[in-house]
């Protein structure tokens, strides 16, 4: 009993260890016992890091000592360096989360803020009814890789075009096609949530 116990707790060891690790542009993988945390500048430039290492030693690394990383799995959260500019991919960039995995993958940076104000007239002066305007400020960028490994921005206005690409993709696989325009759930879920579903149905 003792030694089935063991077995399981090794096994459960070594499953949460797995699920922190960072790998380098250059490809070199770091499996760590717990990421603890991160930052980056406003180039995306990763300028903190600390993480325990497999002999539990605690490991704090500043900029000059972080090496170019391409992801990094926090408690089996997965963060991706996304290009600001997918035509410029060593440019500026940021962290992102990965939100759909499978066959499609969907990748999302938000940094966007929303805040309320009183709405203005055109003289300039306060509506007196008390009108509030939304006004929403920040960077949102959502990466979305096809299984040929191509490469598309989906993010607000101009990434209509990208949407309707990857919809014909998706409605290539009859059973979603058939999913979609029979189910009213699409007339309002979100994007990930869509494409999550035309994973499941077409592997």
Known sequence: MKKIM????????????????????????????????????????????????????????KKENI????????????YLRMPLNIKKPDGYYRFGKRMVSGKITVDVFDDVQTSYRLKENFDGSFNKQGVMKQYREGIYIRHVTMPDGKLYEVSGLKGIKAVKTIREYMFECEQYKKEYFSNPKYETCTFEEAVTDYNKMCP
């Open 6 to 61: 063991l077995g399981a707790i090794i096994l459960f060891s070594l499953s949460i260890q797995s699920q922190n690790y960072f790998v380098t542009i250059g490809k070199d993988s770091v499996v760590c016992r717990q990421i603890n945390f991160f930052d980056t500048n406003a180039q995306g430039k990763m300028i903190d890091l600390e993480y325990v290492d497999n002999d539990n030693k605690t490991i704090r690394l």
């Open 67 to 78: 090496p170019d990383i391409n992801r990094i799995s926090q408690d089996g959260i997965l």
